[in-house]
């Protein structure tokens, strides 16, 4: 089920096996009015407007909180197992640090409305209670193969390779806070492919609920992640020096790093793929697509 539009995003399903495909909307009308009968023993729901720059609150309260809250409803009416995306956007500017713990849920306050509408899911699950039959997963900073359609929301690494090879240097965020160097401000950066394994792990273990940081636990710097696209690619150092703009100034998150305790207690045990393997894979993946 999706929104696949006028662009190239439908590249992305070539190679899946899949029995149907539904718009979004039309999904979604089956799912309320019960029109057409929707049998799943579960659903994975990975849609949002991601968008940290979209200023249309209601649309993002109709995309991203009740469309979610619809699926859940009908999924836990139907005993199919429900794995959804949160964000680690929900936790604001760090002042309460990445806990996942549930006490720590209501007390967050996100910078930007998309934030802030996947914030409303996760407190509505726990004033219900029911974080014992769902997963919410707060995804980090993904990045990897199959992001070209994001647009703007595309990863840096994505950008900064695309950079490279077009101007032959990659630009950065100059910092205007004194405590954070210059290129230092820090990501927890989390390979897509690792993000998938966490995803099929709570699809293969139906005992294990609740909601859980998706990210590595290891907060690494845009210079790190840029001098792992220099040496990637071949190319040497060159970074371009820009001004944060405007309309982040006071909504820039400058530190993110996921408390994994909660997923490994929950019996994830798989390493992930360190930063340097993780953009070394990606670009010679973007480098056979041309």
């Not at 209670?129 to 070209?148: C, D, M, Q, S």
């Not at 690494?157 to 820090?186: C, M, N, P, V, W």
């Not at 405007?246 to 994830?268: C, E, H, I, S, W």
Request: proline share 3%; charged share 25%.
């Amino acid at each position: 089920m999706d929104r696949l539009g006028s662009g190239e995003k439908w590249k992305n399903l070539r190679g899946l096996r899949y029995d149907n495909y539904l718009d979004k909307d039309e999904f979604i009308t089956a799912i309320r009015t019960g029109d057409k009968p929707c049998k799943a023993s579960a659903i994975i729901h990975m849609g949002a407007c991601s968008a940290t720059t979209e200023r249309d609150a209601d649309y993002l309260m109709r995309n991203n909180y009740q469309y979610t809250r619809d699926l859940c409803d009908w999924a836990l009416q139907h005993e199919a197992r429900f794995i959804t995306a949160s964000s680690a956007a929900t936790y604001g500017d760090v002042a309460l640090g990445y806990s996942d713990q549930d006490a720590v849920t209501p007390t967050l306050q996100p910078l930007n409305m998309y934030g802030y509408s996947k914030q409303l899911f996760d407190e509505w699950a726990l004033r219900h209670n029911i974080y014992t039959r769902i997963v919410v997963l707060k995804f980090f900073n993904v990045f990897g193969p199959r992001e070209t359609h994001k647009g703007d929301m595309r990863s840096v690494a994505h950008k900064a390779y695309h950079e490279l090879k077009e101007r032959h240097t990659i630009s950065l965020f100059r910092s205007d806070r004194a405590e954070y160097a210059d290129g230092e401000q820090k990501r927890d950066f989390i390979y897509v492919k690792d993000a998938v394994d966490v995803v099929l792990f709570f699809l293969d273990n139906p005992k294990a609920n609740g909601l859980f940081n998706c990210g590595t636990g290891q907060a690494q710097s845009w210079l790190a992640l840029a001098r792992a696209i220099f040496k990637a690619t071949g190319q040497p150092e060159n970074i371009n020096w820009i001004d944060m703009p405007p309309a982040l100034v006071g909504k820039y998150q400058y530190f993110t790093q996921a408390d994994a305790q909660k997923l490994r207690a929950a019996g994830y045990n798989k390493p992930f793929t360190p930063l340097d393997d993780s953009v070394a894979d990606y670009v010679r993946w973007m480098k056979t697509q041309g």
